[in-house]
């Protein structure tokens, strides 16, 4: 085994692949509900750009066209109510799991080095402190931020502090006070705090805000970065199409090290997100479709028996039937559906599983019709 192997956790959907048989058995097929990827097509208009940009022999620069910079800072100012954004402010990057996995050896981190993550989370942020060689650990988010976040954590050694809202898996929203205690916190004792917030556009029964908003900081972006991706809001999982927002001052070093390590988004991926940056009407028509589809699956599991947990936002219904998660992965496999066990996202989630509805109407049509 090799020492980076080493230090990984096993892949968790390997787990899923005896169920995931299980269920493609079915005589209708398999209904897989256990991955977030987008299944609709790409917005015409998006499409449209990365076809124009298409002719792009040379290569493209790690901190993206001006036309870029321009479309990500308007957005910020547009949507998230960030205020005096400059090109200084944003970063692209090549999806937002690469910068998760590599962040903390990006960041200098190693041995001693702490960072921590929801107790319950995208499996990435463990990733990326292992393999940095870091120190890692899981906190309790709600009760961090009830407690003025004063006595969930330790600061001593701890160096990058990983918070997001909407959350993957529970599709928990922290309020806009947790997260002004959150980020005062952070800076209080020194600690870089990253917010993820890809799910931010897809709020459904909270309205979710960023760090990067005024009423949060104070007006001030030091020592704070929020994540962004277009693969939810606009289909573009295939692109691998993110960007970061905050610290110049984290910012500029982490540019350098892209720049060496040619971490660069394509010229045509680039001129796409501009596109897609720029029209708010396909994130509406998408967040209807799986309003839709989010509407129909959850009526069906709790008719089933199922209890539906936080699921404020994002595209997942965290759900319980008040049993080992491995047991109902292994009753709705049965039925042909295959969900993502609570486990995978930490101990914290061994009686729930997370159901997405990224699935096409057809599909999740089905899913309903075994249900009943």
């Known amino acids: 085994m090799s020492a980076v192997s080493e230090r990984l956790p096993t892949f968790p959907w390997d787990k899923l692949e005896p169920y995931k048989k ?5 005589p209708d097929g398999i209904v897989d509900l256990s991955v977030g990827t ?10 449209k750009a990365l076809i124009e940009a298409a002719d792009s022999p040379g290569y493209p620069t790690v901190w993206g066209t001006p036309a870029l910079r321009d479309a990500i800072t308007g957005w ?12 200084r402010h944003v970063l692209p990057v090549v999806g937002s799991k690469e910068l998760v ?8 981190l190693g041995p001693g080095d702490r960072v ?45 502090l990983w918070l997001n809202s909407p959350s993957n898996p529970t599709g928990k929203v922290l309020s806009k006070e947790e997260l002004t205690r959150i980020v005062a916190w952070a800076r209080s004792h020194g600690v870089l705090l990253f917010s993820d917030e890809c799910y931010l556009e897809l709020g459904w029964e909270a309205d979710p ?5 005024p009423d949060v900081n104070g007006g001030s972006y030091d020592g704070i970065v929020a994540v962004h991706s277009l693969s939810k809001r606009s289909n573009l999982a295939g692109y691998r199409a993110a960007f970061l927002a905050g610290d110049p001052a984290v910012l500029a070093p982490l540019l350098e090290i892209r720049k060496h390590g040619g971490m660069m988004t394509s010229a045509p991926t680039q001129a796409a997100v501009v596109a897609a940056l720029g029209d708010d009407e396909h994130v509406r028509v998408q967040r209807d479709r799986y309003a839709a589809r989010r509407k129909a699956l959850r009526e069906a ?8 947990e936080h699921s404020e936002a994002s595209l997942y219904l965290w759900a319980t039937r008040d049993e080992s998660c491995w047991t109902t992965v292994a009753h709705l496999a049965d039925l042909g559906i295959l969900a993502a066990p609570g486990d995978f996202y930490g101990e914290a989630g061994a009686r729930h599983v997370r159901v997405a509805f990224t699935a096409t109407d057809e599909r999740v049509a089905a899913a309903v019709r075994r249900l009943a």
């Open 22 to 26: 299980t269920a493609a058995a079915h």
């Open 38 to 47: 987008p299944v609709d097509p790409v917005p015409e208009l998006i499409q």
């Open 76 to 87: 910020l100012e547009r949507r998230l109510g960030a205020r005096e954004v400059t090109y």
């Open 101 to 108: 996995a590599w962040l903390p050896t990006q960041l200098g």
């Open 116 to 160: 921590a993550y929801p107790r319950l989370a995208y499996p990435t942020y463990e990733v990326g402190a292992r393999l940095a060689r870091a120190d890692y650990e899981a906190y309790d988010t709600e009760t961090f931020a009830a407690t003025a976040a004063g006595t969930e954590l330790d600061p001593r050694g701890l160096k990058l």
């Open 209 to 213: 805000v960023s760090v990067l908003h």
């Open 301 to 308: 599991l709790e008719a089933h028996g199922f209890r539906i």
